[in-house]
């Protein structure tokens, strides 16, 4: 208001000479401003709801302990579950890659962009998937944008779990099938959506981990739907790679149930403390995707550091399961003293502890309390979770200490008074 009240006098001065010089300028900024009015109103209204989002700056290196303004605050809400982020053997392994291929790849896939480093990670993930075939992407966003915007077709039938990822979801709502959604133990419901006849084919579509529970999907009622109805399943292991399953291979892996997965989803920006995404499949899905899937084609390929540092992750995933075992004590031992403080984890089984609060303002004060005792953990808000559900999503790393999660439990006992 003041600020228009301000441009306003300008242009008044300025109507009669007195600041010509600057008219045009400020002008210009008039218009600038007023157009975006509505979005101002609806920033506003956001945050009248505590439901503002402004993103964290760490200015150091990641890891359980990072600086953020200054200040040395344990972390608890990042994705670097095997602090990989910053290991000596991924920077190595990314700056020989720098110093042999440069930065940039230079072009999409189907172009130049297609360099060694982009052939070697594929093998990886197929020898470690024991899939024929598999395909990287910019991110496992992108990843699962491509796969379900293009596979699913009119005719098809497409099934989401109600709480999966919002890479899932949106792609899901952009695709030519019908799409529907499924609650998780209503096999009922899921069992009429593709016992119907109407569709060619059908789809499941599930997380192994859910993102904001930590808890895992039915993945083996969903490998015995898809074969009694034909189905073809797709699992998301976005928060299971690296952190469970024979050489980190994920939750499917780790239920015996690899061979029945019919495309696994994964991410290099969580456990393997990159970035990228990718899928795993047949060869022909694979071919397929490169012919057909326009957020493989339209797009520059990944930096080829960055999928040498994605491999030098896969064997780091053989190499060290000691991590998964540390990540998995630290997961337990949080999750126990939660509990005996009385707090809501929801159906946690993994190293992604929610502490559900319900109000988002409540959620927002406690947050940002451990702020102040030295913990960083973001209040997550709906429409990332369900409206009443807001709450902490507490991700342990593997090298968190006993004492740091210690400290966290006391320290949310005291921001709760
Ligand atoms: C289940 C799931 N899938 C996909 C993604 C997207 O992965 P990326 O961060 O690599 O884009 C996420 C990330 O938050 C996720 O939780």
């Known amino acids: 208001m003041y600020l228009s009240q301000l441009i306003n006098a300008f242009g008044f001065l300025a109507t009669f000479g007195i600041i010509s010089p600057k008219l045009n300028f400020i002008q210009i900024e008039k218009d600038k401003l007023s157009n975006f ?79 060694a ?68 133990g209503d096999d009922e419901k899921l069992e009429k959506l593709l016992a119907s006849e109407k569709y060619n084919r059908k789809f499941i579509i599930t997380e192994s981990i859910f993102s904001m529970d930590g808890d895992f999907a039915e993945l083996a ?31 499917s892996s780790k239920l015996g149930l690899l061979g029945e997965i019919d495309i696994i989803v994964g991410t290099f920006s969580k456990a393997a403390g990159c970035t990228g995404g990718f899928l795993a499949s047949e060869k022909c899905v694979v ?29 780091i995933f053989k190499a060290q399961p000691q991590r998964r075992q540390r990540l998995k004590e630290n997961a337990d031992y949080l999750r126990s003293r939660f509990k ?30 451990l702020f102040e005792a030295g913990f960083a953990a973001v209040a997550i808000r709906p429409p990332t979770v369900a409206i009443g559900s807001a709450r902490l999503r507490i991700s342990l790393q593997c090298d968190h200490t006993k004492e740091q999660i210690d400290s966290l439990c006391e320290a949310i006992e005291n921001a709760r008074k």
């Open 37 to 115: 009015d509505w979005l101002k109103t609806e920033l506003e209204l956001l945050k009248s709801n505590d439901m503002l989002r402004t993103p964290l700056c760490i200015d150091s290196a990641q890891g359980p302990v990072v600086s953020i303004g200054g200040e040395e605050k344990v972390l608890f809400c990042s994705n670097n579950y095997l602090n990989l982020a910053n290991d000596p053997v991924i920077v190595a392994a990314a700056e020989k890659s720098l110093k042999k291929f440069g930065y940039g790849s230079a072009a999409s896939r189907l172009l130049s962009g297609t360099m």
């Open 117 to 184: 480093p982009h052939i070697e990670l594929e093998g990886a993930i197929a020898n470690l998937l024991e899939k024929q075939a598999t395909l990287v992407f910019g991110s496992g966003f992108t990843t699962n944008q491509a796969l379900i915007k293009t596979l699913p077709q009119k005719g098809d039938l497409l099934l989401l779990d109600k709480l999966d990822h919002a890479s899932i979801m949106d792609a899901g709502q952009n695709c030519a099938a019908d799409f529907r959604t499924y609650r998780r």
């Open 221 to 251: 009622k969903l490998v015995e739907l898809k074969n009694k109805y034909s189905a073809i399943l797709i699992v998301d292991e976005a928060h299971a790679l690296g952190c469970m399953g024979k050489d980190g291979a994920g939750l």
């Open 287 to 315: 071919d397929y995707l490169i012919n057909k899937a326009r957020d493989f084609i339209y797009t520059t390929a990944p930096a080829s550091a960055n999928c040498a540092a994605a491999k030098a992750a896969i064997e």
């Open 340 to 369: 005996k403080l009385g707090l809501n984890v929801g159906q946690s089984q993994s190293h992604i502890v929610p502490v559900i609060i319900g109000d988002n303002k409540k959620t927002l004060e406690i947050s940002k309390k």
